[in-house]
């Protein structure tokens, strides 16, 4: 692990260090700011009550999260909304290709295809500077959010074993077009693009952006995990 600017190269520059996180940041925080408008969406949808109220609560979580992103943007010196700017096509066209049709679909989506750019953002994460990986690893904390999404999809399979299938195949189209989202953002983003490659670069791979694709293959393996909790893999 790194302490510093992070850097894990020395032919990263500060500069690009510095860009690295303020891209990291501006990334994590616009998602952080969705995912507070998407649950609350979901929460109206939820057919109960006490669903209602968990959702609400899993909102909240997030927005406070945006919050604290935020506010470190600011204490580097940069400007948060032009820190997010960057992120808003890709993760906006990544939620319209993915607009779940289903209380339960909302469900997959929350859990699967937050999961990955969870997966994503700690893997970038792992060469900024300590508090800069402090923050991120705190935010993206789960929150109760997968034992309660495994847990209501889990009970609806088993009362109607045909939607297995069917959330299998939804889950899988998330985790793909989350991948190819991430690899837009990284392709566009040449300091985030360099921090990726230096991360996968530490693995033995050389830093490009072939190692980046590989490294976005690397990160579907907690998929089948995240299946095999909400019981839609065999």
Request: charged letters at 25%; aromatic letters at 6%; zero cysteines.
């Amino acid at each position: 692990m790194t302490n510093g600017t992070g850097a894990g190269s020395p032919a990263r520059t500060a500069d690009s260090a510095t860009g690295a996180v303020i891209d990291l940041l501006g990334l994590l925080a616009y998602a952080e700011l969705v995912s507070f408008f998407r649950l609350s969406d979901d929460a109206e949808l939820a057919p109960t009550l006490a669903d209602k109220g968990e959702l609400a609560g899993l909102a909240a979580t997030e927005f406070g999260h945006y919050r604290l992103l935020h506010d470190r943007l600011t204490e580097l010196g940069a400007d948060p909304e032009e820190a997010m700017r960057p992120f808003v096509a890709p993760l906006d066209d990544w939620h319209a290709r993915t607009r779940p049709q289903s209380w339960l679909e909302g469900l997959v989506k929350a859990y699967v295809g937050d999961g990955i750019a969870a997966d994503f953002y700690r893997q970038a994460a792992e060469l900024v500077d300590e508090h800069t990986r402090e923050l991120v690893g705190g935010v993206l904390i789960e929150t109760g959010r997968a034992e309660f999404v495994a847990a209501k999809v889990r009970a609806a399979v088993a009362d109607d074993p045909r939607l297995a299938g069917r959330l299998a195949l939804w889950a899988r189209r998330l985790v793909g077009e989350g991948l190819s989202q991430a690899q837009r953002v990284a392709t566009h983003r040449p300091d985030l693009a360099e921090l990726l490659a230096s991360s996968a670069e530490d693995e033995g791979e050389s830093a490009d952006l072939a190692a980046v694709g590989r490294m976005f293959a690397r990160l579907t393996d907690a998929h089948t995990a995240r299946l095999r909790a909400m019981g839609l893999a065999n």
